[in-house]
């Protein structure tokens, strides 16, 4: 079967540093998306890896391994609108978006 | 501006009643989708479409139907045979092999 897993809650505080873990189990990969979800809103797109390493965008870097099924998001100099559920979504083979659950990362000041 | 429109951002229904959310996109996107969302779960595919006239079931479609009479727009309707209607619900479209899915705002559903 095909399976996401993330860690459901995460605390941080304002300005730190944070890493979001997310395993993979899926039938065929064509890359990884993660989008930001905050309270009541719609997901929105932060980043996208279709090969090994690491793909940095400003205060946010995504970095992917398809040997292990690994993936994680990296969130730098965190702010209090950091506060949101993240949401790793692989493609399978029939480039279908598999949502994982969200991780809810608290920033704390 | 390119986005995708749905409304009506919440909505109340009679236990029974069938009731039809809007999705409207003017990305020029071949597919849309329906997913559902529940209070700390993750998004639940309901139906999605490829093209024109064609539409398929995802994980959850029993109790909804759809349909894609135009490419802009991507009717959902909740019918009295879904048990636990109340729900988040989100329609998204994409366009290429890529699917880096674009999200309308949603509308929050809620039977009484």
């Known amino acids: 079967g095909q399976n996401i897993d993330q860690p459901t809650e995460m605390t941080a505080t304002e300005g730190a540093i944070v890493q979001i873990n997310c395993t993979y189990q899926?039938?065929?990969?064509?890359?990884l998306f993660w989008y930001q979800q905050h309270a009541g809103e719609a997901p929105t797109f932060l980043s996208y890896?279709?090969l090994d390493g690491l793909e940095e965008k400003g205060r946010f870097s995504s970095f992917l391994s398809r040997s292990k099924g690994y993936s994680y998001l990296l969130l730098k100099e965190l702010q209090m609108k950091d506060s949101a559920s993240y949401l790793c979504?692989?493609?399978?083979?029939?480039?279908?978006?598999?949502w994982g659950a969200g991780t809810k990362l608290i920033i704390k000041p | 501006d390119g986005g995708i429109t749905q409304s009506p951002k919440y909505l109340f229904r009679k236990e029974g009643q069938n009731v039809t959310l809007s999705c409207e996109q003017n990305?020029?996107?071949?597919?849309m989708y329906w997913y559902r969302q529940d209070p700390g779960q993750g998004l639940r595919l309901i139906y999605y479409?490829?093209?024109?006239?064609?539409?398929q079931k995802g994980d959850i479609a029993e109790g909804y139907s759809v349909s894609r009479e135009k490419k802009e727009s991507f009717p959902l309707t909740v019918t009295s045979a879904q048990k636990n209607p109340t729900a988040f619900y989100l329609c998204?479209?994409?366009?290429?092999?890529?699917?880096?899915?674009?999200f309308g705002p949603g509308t929050r559903l809620t039977v009484l």
């Open positions: 979504a692989p493609l399978d083979s029939n480039y279908q978006l598999i």
């Open positions: 998204a479209s994409s366009q290429g092999d890529r699917n880096e899915q674009f």
């Open positions: 899926t039938s065929g990969f064509n890359g």
């Open positions: 890896n279709v």
């Open positions: 990305l020029n996107h071949d597919a």
């Open positions: 479409s490829q093209i024109v006239n064609d539409f």
